[in-house]
């Protein structure tokens, strides 16, 4: 088990700022399981690339909530990382690729449906893992 940040020097992820941060990170990933649930439930097979996605997002946003939580920074710094990869090809795609996408997902349009927020929140998740991180000590 990763040893706290508070013990090397740094703050916790789940701190202060944190804390709104993992919020949201879990609103986000509620919704989408919900969102891909449904869509993949009732319209699969007239999106699948689409929708699989939304579920893959899903996925997403819940490690990245719990790694935050848990202040497990390289899960955290990869699951942020997979989000912002996830969301600036997928936003490409679906205004590009209109075939695979004919339906909207999370992170469609760079977040469009969710007022870009899906195109912030990994920016911002990255800014605050690396903010929080330890610091070695300076003379």
């Given at each position: 088990?990763?040893?706290?940040?508070s013990s090397?020097?740094?703050?916790?992820?789940?701190?202060?700022?944190?804390?709104?941060?993992?919020?949201?990170?879990?609103?986000?990933a509620?919704s989408?399981f919900?969102?891909?649930?449904?869509?993949?439930?009732?319209?699969?097979?007239?999106?699948?690339?689409?929708?699989?996605l939304?579920?893959?997002a899903a996925a997403?946003?819940?490690?990245?909530?719990?790694?935050?939580?848990?202040?497990?920074r390289?899960v955290?710094?990869i699951a942020?990382?997979?989000?912002?990869?996830?969301?600036?090809?997928?936003?490409?795609?679906?205004?590009?690729?209109?075939?695979?996408?004919?339906?909207?997902?999370v992170?469609?349009?760079?977040?469009?449906?969710?007022?870009?927020?899906?195109?912030?929140?990994?920016?911002?998740?990255?800014w605050?893992?690396w903010?929080?991180?330890?610091?070695?000590?300076?003379?």
């Amino acid at each position: 088990m990763a040893e706290p940040a508070s013990s090397r020097g740094g703050r916790p992820t789940s701190s202060g700022f944190g804390r709104a941060l993992i919020v949201v990170y879990g609103v986000f990933a509620v919704s989408a399981f919900a969102r891909a649930s449904v869509q993949i439930a009732r319209d699969f097979s007239e999106a699948p690339v689409a929708y699989s996605l939304s579920a893959f997002a899903a996925a997403v946003y819940i490690v990245a909530t719990i790694a935050l939580a848990r202040d497990a920074r390289r899960v955290a710094t990869i699951a942020v990382l997979i989000e912002l990869v996830g969301v600036l090809a997928v936003g490409t795609l679906s205004l590009v690729d209109t075939v695979d996408f004919p339906r909207a997902t999370v992170w469609s349009s760079f977040g469009a449906g969710y007022g870009y927020v899906p195109l912030i929140l990994p920016l911002v998740g990255l800014w605050w893992i690396w903010h929080t991180r330890s610091r070695p000590p300076t003379a």
